[in-house]
């Protein structure tokens, strides 16, 4: 395993950490309310973690990227668009 494989998978435990407090916290709302929605959809909890995860690291991608502070809106709006991912919708140039 290389160093960048082990940031990535160390990044995206820390996020998926990051979920697990937003949900038990109800802070915000939305992260439980898509992780209902996703297990009424019949999505197993394994995937409906990853895919919160990738919510917000697609708000962390586009934070760096923009050189800007995180904002919880576009977070909100990737958590709505989920099951697909924020990547998915995103214009190559």
Known sequence: MTNTDSFGKEFGEELKNAVKVQ???NNPPEV???????I???VVKSDIMKMLASAMAGEVYDMMKE?????????????????TMPWD????T
């Open 23 to 25: 949900i038990r916290s």
């Open 32 to 38: 439980k309310g898509t992780f209902n929605r996703l």
């Open 40 to 42: 009424e959809e019949g």
């Open 67 to 83: 050189k800007r502070k995180f904002q919880e809106e576009n977070y909100i709006k990737y958590l709505h668009q989920l099951p």
């Open 89 to 92: 919708n995103k214009k190559t």
